[in-house]
Nanobody
Framework: QVQLVESGGGSVQAGGSLRLSCAAS????????MGWFRQAPGKEREFVAQ????????LYGDFVNGRFTISRDNAKNTVYLQMDALVPEDTAVYYC???????????????WGQGTQVTVSS
């Protein structure tokens, strides 16, 4: 059974940083393109970032503007999202997900975590 478990969310002031982690089990982690999405109240789920296999390429949402960095450690079956220069508009539930190829579309992702809340105050 596939499990994706996010951690590292919390509350931070504008300008601060957070590092999200997503631990995977039940899948061949190194064979999946791992991504992050977010969903704010009343809004659609939004693509944040995705990393290809073994660091072979990354995608970022247009709003990221160099503030976030996705990385992965295949030995630990974990994907990370380093978020810097956070702004209140980044407040959302952040989800980890696994896809069989590089894609921004949520419907292409096969497995999802439960999410972790990120709250940025001004």
């Amino acid at each position: 059974q596939v499990q994706l478990v996010e951690s590292g969310g919390g509350s931070v002031q504008a300008g601060g940083s957070l590092r999200l982690s997503c631990a995977a089990s039940g899948i061949s982690f190194s064979s999946y393109y791992m991504g992050w999405f977010r969903q704010a109240p009343g809004k659609e789920r939004e693509f944040v970032a995705q990393m290809a296999l073994s660091d072979r390429g990354t995608l970022y949402g247009d709003f990221v503007n160099g503030r976030f960095t996705i990385s992965r450690d295949n030995a630990k079956n974990t994907v990370y999202l380093q978020m810097d220069a956070l702004v209140p508009e980044d407040t959302a539930v952040y989800y980890c997900a696994a896809a069989p190829f590089l894609t921004r579309r949520a419907t292409d992702y096969k497995s999802w975590g439960q999410g972790t809340q990120v709250t940025v105050s001004s």
